[in-house]
C-alpha cells in the first residue's frame, strides 16, 4: 500500500462546477501539505501549501486538512477550461525535505 | 533565471548508454531535489542536495545514477549503462533559505526515452 492514495480519475464535469479532489495517507508523521497542478509535458505547478490541520483558501481554490482522518482535500469554484489539468497532492514530514506524491488526479473542465 | 530550467527536454538514447540532465534552479535557492515521474504516476523523490552537499540520496534506483552539483548550483544527474525501465520525466525542482520544509518549485522537466 502507498503512502499517500489519490483517485487518477479521469474526472470530467461542467464549466461552473465545484470540484472536489481528494488524498488520503497513512503515515501519520506527514505535516506538511501541498497541491500542485501539472499541465500536459509541463513540471507541477504548486497551488497550496499548508501545514498541519485546518483551511486555507486563495480564490477559487480551498485545501482542507483533516489529519484526525488523514485526508486532504482541494475544492476548486467556479472552474473553468483553464483548470483541466492534472492535480497531485504532495506530503512531507517536518524535518525532511522530499516530497511524497499521490499519483494524481486527470481533470477536464468541459465549456 | 525566472524559474528552474532543465535540458535537454526531450533525451533519447539507446539502452546502454549513458545520459546526462541538467538542472539550472531558481537564483539563490540552496535547496535542490530529482524527482522521477513514470507515466501515469505522481513523482517519486531520487535525491537531494543542499548547496553542494548531497544529503539524501535514498530514492536512487541503483548505482548507476549519480548526481552532483559541484558549485551549489547547477546540477547534473547522470545515469550510466540505461535500461529501458529509466524511461520517465526527471524533474528538478529548487526551494530557498536552509529551513526546511519550504516550497518546491519545478521546473518542466527531461523526458528520458530509452530504446
Known amino acids: 500500500q502507498k503512502e499517500v492514495e489519490q483517485d487518477p480519475g479521469p474526472l470530467s464535469v461542467p464549466e461552473g462546477a465545484i470540484v472536489s479532489l481528494n488524498c488520503t495517507y497513512s503515515?501519520?508523521?506527514?505535516?506538511?501539505f501541498m497541491w500542485y497542478r501539472q499541465y500536459s509535458r509541463k513540471g507541477p505547478e504548486l497551488l497550496m501549501y499548508t501545514y498541519s490541520s485546518g483551511n486555507k483558501e486563495d480564490g477559487r481554490f480551498t485545501a482542507q486538512v483533516d489529519k484526525s482522518s488523514k485526508y486532504i482535500s482541494l475544492f476548486i469554484r467556479d472552474s473553468q477550461p483553464s483548470d483541466s489539468a492534472t492535480y497531485l497532492c504532495a506530503m512531507a514530514i517536518q524535518g525532511a525535505q522530499k516530497l511524497v506524491f499521490g499519483q494524481g488526479t486527470r481533470l477536464t473542465i468541459n465549456p | 533565471g525566472a524559474g528552474v530550467s532543465q535540458s535537454p527536454r526531450y533525451k533519447v538514447a539507446k539502452r546502454g548508454q549513458d545520459v546526462a540532465l541538467r538542472c539550472d534552479p531558481i537564483?539563490?535557492?540552496?535547496?535542490l531535489f530529482w524527482y522521477q515521474q513514470a507515466l501515469g504516476q505522481g513523482p517519486e523523490f531520487l535525491t537531494y542536495f543542499q548547496n553542494e552537499a548531497q544529503l539524501d540520496k535514498s530514492g536512487l534506483p541503483s548505482d548507476r545514477f549519480f548526481a552532483e552539483r559541484p558549485e551549489g548550483s547547477v546540477s547534473t544527474l547522470k545515469i550510466q549503462r540505461t535500461q529501458q525501465e529509466d524511461s520517465a520525466v526527471y524533474l528538478c525542482?529548487?526551494?530557498?533559505?536552509?529551513?526546511?520544509?519550504?516550497?518546491?518549485?519545478f521546473g518542466d522537466g527531461t523526458r528520458l526515452s530509452i530504446l
Open positions: 525542482a529548487s526551494s530557498g533559505g536552509h529551513h526546511s520544509n519550504q516550497p518546491q518549485h
Open positions: 537564483s539563490g535557492h540552496v535547496s
Open positions: 503515515n501519520s508523521a506527514f505535516q506538511y
